[in-house]
């Protein structure tokens, strides 16, 4: 059992988007909410308890959600957690290794906690309606599972049908439900779109679930439809309007430099998915030889920051509108005696964050396991302020 344990959580270490981000609509700079956490055994990525906590734009700090305590007896480990945009709430993720056993939980901050077993942590959706997740019977089945959050009900369904491959065992990582079409992502041997797969589930038959409650425990997941065919892509970020998916993949046309030959080529093509249309623009490209990073949406939608650069530095900072695709540099991230990339956050990912005039990078002194948030105008990247961090530092969300 702890082997199969072991291989889902690598699995789904490959499903997750790495870095996303998801600005919100308001007009004002909105707190970037970020999870602040030590990592504990000298493991990357196994976190122990800490806090959600939003960083506001007077530059006061606020206290969203306090973590539960861990159970020593049973070894749990937090894993990670998240917050819904309008700060209501919080779901987070934990595992035992004595019990061998994953769990998620998820509460109205303030409210009752709903414990859910075999269930690994995933997304709210951008209009705090609905909590997707992803949860694991075993090492060959996997679900999808959506909380109603005003009424309580879930959906579940599990199983994986795909037009070319027909029902199968696979998993799906949802990304985003919007009222209707859940999309997800999907990894070989499942996908039938290259070694990352996106698709589209039409939920509307199982729409009274979550209103009316059921007396089937699981539903099939009905066939998915292919998003794009790109290929390889990942650091899928939604938009704040729920309706366009940025997402970053390699164009072997322009290899990088600087990395070593394997079978994840980092990315140099951003490109927006029109969810509606299924259809999909190409943006910006990285000029020869490097690569991009961690995509982040403008608060209304109409523009895309991201990062880019030659490896190790990954420093310069980039805007480009939607739909024009016009392409800016907002500036180069200071090194000021740091390393002049973005840090490493819990994961192997790097993230960057837009909250209106804001952005929110993480960085990392030499030789020293703390990563620190900082802040800066997007009009001038120089006039940067640390602002915190720990060693374990995740920015979530631009909060509402």
């Given at each position: 059992?702890?082997?199969?344990l072991v291989?889902?959580?690598?699995?789904?270490?490959?499903?997750?988007?790495?870095?996303?981000?998801?600005?919100?609509?308001?007009?004002?700079?909105?707190?970037?909410?970020?999870?602040?956490?030590?990592l504990?055994?000298?493991?990357?990525?196994?976190?122990?308890?800490?806090?959600?906590?939003?960083?506001?734009a007077?530059?006061?700090?606020?206290?969203?959600?306090?973590?539960?305590?861990?159970d020593?007896s049973?070894?749990?480990?937090l894993?990670?957690?998240?917050?819904?945009?309008?700060?209501?709430?919080?779901?987070?993720?934990?595992?035992?290794?004595?019990?061998?056993?994953?769990?998620?939980?998820?509460?109205?901050i303030?409210?009752?906690?709903?414990?859910?077993?075999?269930?690994?942590?995933?997304?709210?959706?951008?209009?705090?309606?609905?909590?997707l997740?992803?949860?694991?019977?075993?090492?060959?089945?996997?679900?999808?599972?959506?909380?109603?959050?005003?009424?309580?009900?879930t959906?579940?369904?599990?199983?994986?049908?795909?037009?070319e491959?027909?029902?199968?065992?696979?998993?799906?990582?949802p990304?985003?439900f919007?009222?209707?079409?859940?999309?997800?992502?999907?990894f070989?041997?499942?996908?039938?779109?290259?070694?990352?797969?996106?698709?589209?589930?039409?939920?509307?038959p199982?729409?009274?679930?979550?209103n009316?409650p059921?007396?089937?425990?699981?539903?099939?997941?009905?066939?998915?439809?292919?998003?794009?065919?790109?290929?390889?892509y990942?650091?899928?970020v939604?938009?704040?309007?729920?309706r366009?998916l940025?997402?970053?993949?390699?164009d072997?046309?322009?290899p990088?430099?600087?990395?070593?030959?394997?079978?994840?080529?980092?990315?140099?093509?951003?490109?927006?998915?029109?969810?509606?249309?299924?259809?999909?623009?190409?943006?910006?490209?990285?000029?020869?030889?490097?690569?991009?990073?961690?995509?982040?949406?403008?608060?209304?939608?109409?523009?895309?920051?991201?990062?880019?650069?030659?490896?190790?530095?990954?420093?310069?900072?980039y805007?480009?509108?939607?739909?024009?695709?016009?392409?800016?540099?907002?500036?180069?991230?200071?090194s000021?005696?740091?390393?002049?990339?973005l840090?490493?956050?819990?994961?192997?990912?790097t993230?960057?964050?837009?909250?209106?005039?804001?952005?929110?990078?993480?960085?990392?002194r030499?030789?020293?396991?703390?990563?620190?948030?900082?802040?800066?105008?997007?009009?001038?990247?120089n006039?940067?302020?640390?602002?915190?961090?720990?060693?374990?530092t995740?920015?979530?969300?631009?909060g509402?």
């Amino acid at each position: 059992m702890k082997l199969k344990l072991v291989i889902i959580l690598i699995i789904i270490s490959l499903l997750v988007p790495f870095g996303t981000i998801s600005p919100v609509t308001a007009q004002s700079d909105p707190p970037m909410l970020a999870l602040i956490t030590p990592l504990t055994n000298g493991e990357a990525g196994i976190l122990g308890t800490g806090q959600i906590v939003a960083y506001n734009a007077d530059g006061t700090q606020s206290l969203i959600f306090q973590l539960p305590p861990l159970d020593a007896s049973q070894n749990e480990q937090l894993r990670g957690a998240t917050v819904s945009r309008d700060r209501q709430w919080v779901a987070y993720q934990t595992s035992s290794d004595t019990s061998n056993s994953i769990k998620l939980v998820y509460q109205r901050i303030g409210g009752q906690a709903t414990p859910v077993a075999n269930a690994l942590l995933g997304t709210f959706t951008p209009d705090s309606r609905y909590l997707l997740y992803y949860s694991v019977s075993g090492i060959d089945f996997f679900g999808v599972s959506i909380v109603n959050l005003a009424t309580g009900l879930t959906l579940d369904l599990l199983g994986l049908i795909t037009p070319e491959q027909g029902l199968k065992y696979g998993a799906i990582y949802p990304l985003h439900f919007d009222g209707r079409y859940l999309y997800g992502t999907t990894f070989l041997p499942a996908s039938d779109s290259g070694l990352l797969g996106l698709y589209r589930f039409d939920l509307l038959p199982y729409l009274p679930v979550l209103n009316v409650p059921d007396q089937l425990p699981r539903h099939s997941l009905p066939v998915g439809v292919p998003v794009v065919t790109v290929g390889s892509y990942e650091s899928m970020v939604l938009s704040p309007d729920g309706r366009k998916l940025a997402l970053l993949y390699h164009d072997p046309a322009n290899p990088p430099v600087n990395v070593e030959p394997g079978p994840f080529t980092p990315s140099n093509t951003l490109a927006l998915i029109d969810l509606p249309t299924r259809t999909l623009v190409r943006l910006a490209q990285a000029g020869p030889g490097q690569i991009l990073r961690s995509p982040s949406w403008a608060a209304d939608s109409g523009g895309i920051a991201f990062a880019g650069g030659t490896l190790p530095n990954i420093s310069g900072i980039y805007a480009v509108s939607v739909p024009a695709g016009q392409v800016r540099q907002l500036g180069t991230l200071p090194s000021g005696g740091v390393t002049d990339f973005l840090a490493p956050l819990p994961g192997g990912s790097t993230s960057i964050a837009v909250c209106g005039s804001r952005l929110y990078y993480g960085w990392q002194r030499p030789s020293s396991a703390e990563i620190r948030l900082v802040r800066s105008q997007t009009s001038n990247l120089n006039g940067y302020a640390d602002i915190g961090g720990a060693k374990g530092t995740v920015l979530l969300s631009c909060g509402a």
